[in-house]
T-cell receptor, first 113, second 114 residues
Framework: DAKTTQPTSMDCAEGRAANLPCNHS???????VYWYRQIHSQGPQYIIH???NNETNEMASLIITEDRKSSTLILPHATLRDTAVYYC??????????????FGSGTRLSIRP | SAVISQKPSRDICQRGTSLTIQCQVD?????MFWYRQQPGQSLTLIAT?????????ESGFVIDKFPISRPNLTFSTLTVSNMSPEDSSIYLC???????????FGPGTRLTVT
């Protein structure tokens, strides 16, 4: 089972920041928080990941709470092309076994003009 | 990032037949994964394919139904055997990039079984 909880759907006005929450209260100390998104009928696209510290890249920012039990993905200036299903995933890396991604239901983000 | 291609991109098949889906990566990777996405659902992991060893299947998936080959570090195939309409899904492969701690996904193969 997925180790994360996300709202089923959200909407955001174009040009505004989209803030997508995720709960991962059972995360262990060496598990990362990853975000992927899936635009309709395409393969999932990697967005960002982090362990403890907040992270930012050209696509988004990831804010992880100090206790690591929740996080927020921020799309700073949402566009219509950001309409997609966003998946928050907890993942263990750096070990000899494969890092299997278990997808939950995700959040369906709709950007309105 | 790795560039992944899948063939075919889509197919319509008859019940009882089999379809082999190919996944090609533009760089050598150790781990490859196969997922299924049924209509309106999230992705479900079918199996992990490590080059040079048997694939490891997740609960609910068996080798007889979904045989996987991994002949080298850039290629894998998934066969959907003895198909039924319930196998109508998008099948996706992904690869693991350990150096970047990321996984990359292919575009998917949309399968319809009639």
């Amino acid at each position: 089972d997925a180790k994360t909880t996300q709202p089923t759907s959200m909407d955001c006005a174009e040009g505004r920041a989209a803030n997508l929450p995720c709960n991962h209260s059972t995360i262990s100390g060496n598990e990362y928080v990853y975000w992927y998104r899936q635009i309709h009928s395409q393969g999932p696209q990697y967005i960002i990941h982090g362990l403890k510290n907040n992270e930012t890249n050209e696509m988004a920012s990831l804010i992880i709470t100090e206790d690591r039990k929740s996080s927020t993905l921020i799309l700073p200036h949402a566009t219509l092309r950001d309409t997609a299903v966003y998946y928050c995933i907890v993942l263990l890396w750096g070990y000899s076994s494969a890092s299997k991604i278990i997808f939950g239901s995700g959040t369906r983000l709709s950007i309105r003009p | 990032s790795a560039v992944i291609s899948q063939k075919p991109s889509r197919d319509i098949c008859q019940r009882g037949t089999s379809l082999t889906i190919q996944c090609q990566v533009d760089s050598q990777v150790t781990m490859m994964f196969w997922y299924r996405q049924q209509p309106g659902q999230s992705l479900t992991l079918i199996a992990t394919a490590n080059q040079g060893s048997e694939a490891t299947y997740e609960s609910g998936f068996v080798i007889d139904k979904f045989p996987i080959s991994r002949p080298n570090l850039t290629f894998s195939t998934l066969t959907v055997s003895n198909m039924s309409p319930e196998d109508s899904s998008i099948y996706l492969c992904s690869v693991e990039s350990r150096g970047r701690n990321e996984q990359y996904f292919g575009p998917g193969t949309r399968l319809t079984v009639t």
